[in-house]
């Protein structure tokens, strides 16, 4: 069960939803709105860590003024060190998945000594994705007449909910590797639906010189990269590009995963995490 907190900040009331015992971890996607019924990533943390499923300005209950902060990722960072703040956790951990491990780097450019490593994957440093012909997102890419269909769609408030339903099956569909993986991808309550006001942001306003590369050799926080091989929203090389250029990183490759390696290889998924719990132990226990 997930419980619903709304935490009062300096940046304003933010929604989170908690589970699980440990350590705290928090996960969040830069443009994701998040429910009482949890979310499938952050689900992999909870055996190992209490964790902050945290709905972003802008999304759920969490406050929508923008009159200060923004929805970009530097603020998003902003907004996550005031609900550590508030909640008295010292340091913690981080994970994102997509444009949440996008932000997971740029947490930990900004605020390293808040974090005791990152999990990030199905993601880019830079927005070079968007002009690889391997990503959907690239014009030259053969599905992506049909995303930009499916995206205008499912933000059209005319849009029947059959219409929906459907567009965000064929979407999802071309973000797995085996079609059958998306019975898994339904089989469970999830959440984590787009929220269009913070996309728009982050595709019109951020991404056009979205590039944090110069900044990664620099960061020493212990940042856990990973990717899926057929990747078709943030090609694998990508994740390949993050971890050589981080200075203290691991890479982690789902071999027969897409987009999802935490639904298509869940049990390889789930170990990637226990690996990393041991791993953090360990280092706790030779710096105790």
Same mark, same amino acid.
């Given at each position: 069960?997930? =419980?619903? !907190?709304?935490?009062?900040?300096?940046? $304003?009331?933010?929604?989170? @939803?908690?589970? *699980?015992?440990?350590?705290?971890?928090?996960?969040?996607?830069?443009?994701?709105?998040?429910?009482?019924?949890?979310?499938?990533? #952050?689900?992999?943390?909870?055996?190992?860590?209490?964790?902050?499923?945290?709905?972003?300005?802008?999304?759920?209950?969490?406050?929508?003024?923008?009159?200060?902060?923004? @929805?970009?990722?530097?603020?998003?960072?902003?907004?996550?060190?005031?609900i550590r703040h508030t909640l008295h956790i010292e340091t913690w951990?981080?994970? *994102?998945?997509?444009?949440? %491990?996008? &932000?997971?780097?740029?947490?930990?450019?900004?605020?390293?000594?808040?974090?005791? @490593?990152?999990?990030? %994957? $199905? +993601?880019?440093?830079?927005?070079?994705?968007?002009?690889?012909?391997?990503?959907?997102?690239?014009?030259?890419?053969?599905?992506?007449?049909?995303?930009?269909? /499916?995206?205008?769609?499912?933000?059209?408030?005319?849009?029947?909910?059959?219409?929906?339903?459907?567009?965000?099956?064929?979407?999802?569909?071309?973000?797995?590797?085996?079609?059958?993986?998306?019975?898994?991808?339904?089989?469970?309550?999830?959440? *984590?639906?787009?929220?269009?006001?913070? &996309?728009?942001?982050?595709?019109?306003?951020?991404?056009?010189?979205?590039? +944090?590369?110069?900044?990664?050799?620099?960061?020493?926080?212990? #940042?856990? /990269?990973?990717? %899926? +091989?057929?990747? =078709?929203?943030?090609?694998y090389e990508y994740a390949e590009e993050a971890a050589t250029l981080?200075?203290?990183?691991?890479?982690?490759?789902?071999?027969?995963?897409?987009?999802?390696?935490?639904?298509?290889?869940?049990?390889?998924?789930?170990? @990637?995490?226990?690996? /990393?719990?041991?791993? !953090?132990?360990?280092?706790?226990?030779?710096?105790?």
């Amino acid at each position: 069960m997930w =419980e619903q !907190q709304l935490i009062e900040t300096e940046n $304003g009331v933010f929604e989170v @939803f908690i589970s *699980g015992e440990g350590d705290p971890i928090c996960v969040t996607h830069l443009y994701s709105e998040f429910n009482a019924n949890g979310n499938r990533f #952050a689900e992999m943390f909870q055996p190992f860590y209490k964790v902050y499923l945290v709905n972003l300005r802008g999304c759920g209950h969490s406050t929508d003024d923008t009159s200060k902060y923004n @929805f970009s990722l530097q603020d998003s960072v902003k907004d996550l060190e005031a609900i550590r703040h508030t909640l008295h956790i010292e340091t913690w951990g981080f994970a *994102g998945h997509s444009t949440g %491990g996008m &932000l997971a780097l740029k947490y930990a450019i900004m605020h390293p000594e808040s974090l005791n @490593f990152i999990v990030a %994957g $199905g +993601l880019c440093a830079s927005s070079d994705y968007m002009r690889h012909v391997g990503s959907m997102y690239c014009k030259e890419n053969p599905n992506n007449k049909r995303i930009l269909e /499916i995206m205008a769609m499912l933000k059209n408030p005319a849009s029947t909910i059959e219409e929906r339903q459907a567009g965000s099956k064929e979407w999802a569909l071309m973000s797995l590797y085996k079609e059958q993986s998306y019975d898994n991808m339904v089989s469970r309550p999830n959440s *984590g639906k787009t929220v269009s006001k913070r &996309l728009d942001y982050f595709s019109y306003e951020e991404l056009p010189t979205y590039d +944090l590369r110069p900044q990664l050799p620099d960061v020493k926080t212990k #940042a856990y /990269i990973y990717g %899926g +091989l057929y990747d =078709e929203q943030c090609p694998y090389e990508y994740a390949e590009e993050a971890a050589t250029l981080l200075g203290n990183a691991t890479l982690t490759t789902f071999r027969e995963s897409n987009h999802h390696p935490c639904i298509e290889e869940e049990k390889a998924f789930a170990q @990637f995490v226990e690996t /990393i719990f041991n791993e !953090q132990k360990t280092s706790e226990g030779k710096h105790a």
